[in-house]
């Protein structure tokens, strides 16, 4: 069995979570600045699990003796708004998605049952991550940007002195 092709997919995979990681870190970094701290918490849970991603491929490659090449896919980039933020991210998730599918019946193809599995366990955490993007694009066209913020806003550390 040759290992090349799956190696190609396990480092592609490997850019784009890496990628995915320090888009979140990015965005957890902006929501903190616009003082959605509650949503800026949200966003490092996610970076952290795509950097968990990044962390069970690279360990694959090695693994099938490849040696794994820590780039960026492509470069992360600040949201001006929730709705392009959300909606970037769900792009890269639709992507992710399809590759790792892709991925996964190649590898099937090849009989390489561990990189299957593990394309097959991370398609279904990315659908997981489209299916929160959806919902939470959904709740701020329904109820206004506004309302949808201030759900996302803990006031922590507010002393509720207006000179505070």
């Known amino acids: 069995m040759s290992n090349v ?11 784009m979570e890496m990628t995915a990681g320090h ?3 990015l965005h957890a970094h902006v929501l903190e600045d616009w003082g959605l701290d509650i949503l800026a918490a949200k966003m490092r849970e996610e970076m952290e699990e795509e950097i968990g991603h990044s962390d069970l491929f690279m360990e694959r490659i ?3 003796g490849g040696v794994p090449e ?6 992360p980039k600040k949201a001006d708004s929730l709705v392009e933020m959300f909606e970037m991210d769900l792009a890269d998730e639709e992507e992710a998605i399809e590759v790792y599918s892709k991925a996964a019946q190649q ?8 990189s299957r599995t593990l394309f ?3 398609v279904l955490d990315e ?11 959904s709740l701020i066209k329904r109820l206004g940007e506004q309302a949808y913020s201030a759900k996302h806003v803990s006031f ?9």
């Open 62 to 64: 090695i693994f099938l």
């Open 70 to 75: 820590l780039r960026f896919q492509k470069q």
């Open 156 to 164: 922590a550390g507010a002393t509720g002195d207006a000179d505070a």
């Open 127 to 137: 659908e997981g991550h489209k299916s929160w993007l959806e919902l939470q694009i």
């Open 23 to 25: 888009q979140y870190q």
């Open 107 to 114: 590898a099937a193809e090849l009989g390489d049952i561990g």
């Open 120 to 122: 097959e366990k991370i």
């Open 5 to 15: 092709q799956t190696i190609e997919n396990l480092q592609k995979a490997l850019e």
